[in-house]
């Protein structure tokens, strides 16, 4: 006997679900809207970032989560995850980091082409947290700079999400020129980066 078939449809326009990114601040005519280089690219930026997951211990179950159906990453553009450095902008280092795998890190972080960023998820990677011990880096700012740390112990997929969306409005306002600034290039040299 056949099952009968049911859908999941929702009483709604369609339109209702779409959400469409903000455009930035302009002048717009009849036929034709201006911003700035700076502006239009951060929009672009801002919604396509490719995570790359360096996932060592129980943090990376949180971001599986995030990565699945029910909180799904997909609906910032971040989907595409990727295991290649270089076609990746954004490092997201998750669980404990033993000191021997500090150069490890470092090595991945200088194969991503600029601009990238890195998030901290999780105690462990931000603080060392409950390993406070000779072998544990006590956090990954200690090798390589990190833009937005992530508490909890592990976070849930919703401070993951709350982290990926304080990095977006980090890319999203970034200067072209802020990656060739003498403070950025400071920043650099004081991790031993040319
Ligand atoms: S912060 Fe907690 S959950 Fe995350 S890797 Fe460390 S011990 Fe595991």
């Known amino acids: 006997m056949a099952r009968p078939v049911s859908y999941n449809l929702i009483n709604k326009p369609l339109e209702a679900d779409i959400s469409i990114a903000e455009m930035p601040e302009g002048h717009q005519g009849e036929g034709f809207f201006a911003t700035k280089l700076n502006w239009a690219i951060g929009l672009a930026r801002k919604n396509s970032i490719w995570p790359l997951p360096f996932a060592t211990s129980c943090c990376g179950i949180e971001f599986m989560a995030t990565m699945g159906s029910h909180y799904d990453l997909a609906r910032f553009g971040s989907e595409r995850v990727g295991f290649s450095p270089r076609q990746c902008d954004l490092l997201m280092v998750m669980g404990t980091i ?13 194969q991503m082409a600029e601009p990238r960023w890195v998030m901290a998820v999780g105690a462990c990677a931000s603080s060392g947290g409950i390993f406070d011990t000779y ?32 990095i977006q409005s980090l ?24």
């Open 98 to 110: 033993a000191k021997k795998m500090g150069p490890v890190l470092k090595q991945v972080y200088l």
């Open 171 to 194: 890319v999203e306002k970034e200067s072209l020129r802020r990656r060739n600034s003498p403070q950025y290039k400071a920043l650099l040299e004081s991790y031993g980066i040319q």
């Open 135 to 166: 072998s544990v880096l006590q956090g990954i700012d200690q090798v390589i700079p990190v833009d937005v740390y992530v508490p909890g112990c592990p976070p849930r997929p919703e401070a993951i999400i709350d982290g990926v969306l304080k």
